[in-house]
């Protein structure tokens, strides 16, 4: 199928590229670094160092994602090489897949292989006790770096114009990252007119609406086997707020950045 033969030449490419290769040292260096120091920053346990791991992973994650990816379809189309790639029995729907599977790949596997080691370092030293979760916690971490690098490739194709892009990408993160728990707050006392009371007492629909940035529903599926304190506003909450409305939201990133994306891009100009 010819998004595979677009797939297998985006890794190609990132496997000659030297920033892939210190892009893996550097994922090595800070999930595997992590589980080497986290004894100097929490309890020794396991799931201590875990849940550590995570919020290092939330901040780091995206950042490399969105780098990854969010110039992959524009740099083609501006120095013309998309016409080629398009002149064979290829249509724009291949060219998105296969680069999104290209990007993606070339995204977890280091990334997969570095908390594969850092949790092995982490049961050497910390122990083993709440580690039969540490698979769901590779998974839930492969789905949150695919919620970025589908942001950033739905970006690439939304415009040609290149600062938009720079500009979208950083703003996502800003706002969907590090941010995003001071703009529910600033919505909430806005809505309720500064009464910081609200915060007490938050309506049942404004959990959902914070639940509703990959970071937030990526700290929702964690405490299914993690005592995440981050997610534990969510406990007790409305039905809507529970675990797998956290795998909804995430998969919702994972598709609809580049569904809105290609819709643009299938209709404009090349």
């Given amino acids: 199928m010819s998004w595979r033969n677009i797939a297998r030449k985006d890794i190609y490419e990132a496997k000659r590229s030297t920033g892939i290769w210190l892009f893996s040292a550097l994922s090595i260096v800070l999930f595997v670094g992590y589980a080497l120091v986290h004894t100097y920053l929490g309890e020794s346990t396991f799931a201590a160092f875990t849940v550590g791991l995570a919020r ?23 120095n013309g090489s998309l016409f080629l790639v398009l002149s064979a029995p290829q249509s724009r729907k291949d060219l998105v897949v296969g680069t ?35 698979p769901w916690f590779l998974l839930v971490t492969a789905l949150y770096g695919v919620a970025f690098v589908g942001l950033a490739v739905g970006l690439s194709l939304s415009t040609t114009v290149d600062r938009w892009i720079t500009l979208g990408a950083f703003g996502g993160y800003v706002l969907l990252v ?54 534990a506003r969510y406990l007790g909450g409305p039905v809507y707020v529970d675990w797998w409305m956290g795998l909804v939201v995430l998969l919702a990133w994972c598709v609809l950045p580049m569904v809105l994306g290609y819709q643009r891009f299938e209709t404009a100009d090349l």
């Avoid at 780091?60 to 969010?70: A, E, F, K, R, V």
């Avoid at 596997?109 to 949790?119: D, E, N």
């Avoid at 915060?199 to 914070?210: G, N, Q, S, V």
């Avoid at 529903?217 to 997610?231: C, P, Q, T």
């Fill in 56 to 78: 290092v992973t939330a901040v780091c994650l995206p950042l490399l994602g969105l780098l990854l990816g969010y110039k992959s379809i524009i740099h083609e189309r501006t």
């Fill in 100 to 134: 999104m599977v290209g990007r993606v790949l070339v995204l977890l596997v280091p990334t997969l292989v570095s908390i594969a080691l850092a949790g092995a370092v982490g049961a050497i030293r910390y122990g083993t006790e709440g580690a039969l979760y540490y």
């Fill in 178 to 231: 590090p941010f995003w728990n001071s703009f529910h707050s600033l919505t909430m006392l806005v809505l309720h007119r500064f009464d910081v009371g609200v915060f007490a007492d938050m309506p049942d629909w404004a959990l959902l609406f914070r639940l509703s940035t990959p970071t937030e529903a990526y700290y929702r599926l964690l405490n299914v086997g993690f005592d995440i304190n981050k997610a």
